[in-house]
């Protein structure tokens, strides 16, 4: 693994919600909380996203320390104003990539073909991948050098088919990420709607839900750390 202790964090930049005329984005408690446990243990978070600059966020709670907390941080206040462009990415600078979740992941980042090269260039120099809710969209088109599918054969988490028809969304969203990480060859296991829920499978860590966001944080540190 790279020796390095820096954490690249890709948030969306769709802001659409199909045509539902709604509006989406990256899903901030799942940036702040998994930023809180790799800062305080002791790496460095980077943000990127698709197009980079400002990317919109969505799921906003104020009245949650964590996410006001990062809001008011003047370094990841100045990275979220100027998300890394993808392009400007080099994986060899990232000891692991993590998908933050939001609604729009599920259009802007399966068929990001530069966003899967990081992540494949990450994994495989010894790396972390890590994502939650619904980030593992940004799982399911990576491939490995070998052709095969990254999540082929793992166990992951992810937004479940029920958790997606709970929120109303199951015509909406381009494709159902549970199925799609199953048509992929993924084991994916799920909790009860709402419920944490993190899958660690080697160097691959996955969290079901918003309330899975901590628990992704805490797991890829130990993953890193072991590793290191």
Known sequence: ??????????????????????????????????????????????????????????????????????????????????????????????????????????????????LAGIARDVYEAGGAVA????????????????????VAGKNVAGFTNSEEAAAGLTDVVPFLLQSTLEERGAKHTGAANWEPHVVVDGRLVTGQNPASATGVGEALVKVLNDGS
């Not at 998300?83 to 939001?102: K, P, S």
């Not at 939650?132 to 070998?146: E, K, M, Y």
Request: charged share 20%; hydrophobic share 40%.
């Open 1 to 114: 693994m790279s020796g390095t202790r820096t954490v690249l964090l890709v948030l969306t930049s769709h802001d659409q919600l199909g045509d539902t005329g709604r509006s989406t984005g990256f899903y901030l408690p799942e940036v702040a909380h998994p930023w809180k446990v790799l800062s305080e243990a002791g790496f460095q978070v980077d943000l990127a996203s698709p197009a980079g600059g400002r990317p919109p966020m969505d799921g906003a709670d104020l009245t949650d320390p964590v996410q006001q907390a990062f809001l008011d941080d003047p370094e990841m206040a100045r990275k979220l104003d100027a998300t890394l462009r993808l392009q400007d990415v080099d994986a060899a600078d990232y000891a692991a990539i993590f998908y933050v979740g939001g609604h729009g992941t599920m259009w802007d980042f399966p068929d990001d073909r530069t």
């Open 131 to 150: 994502a939650v809710c619904h980030g593992p969209a940004g799982l399911v088109n990576i491939t490995l050098s070998d052709g095969a599918y990254l």
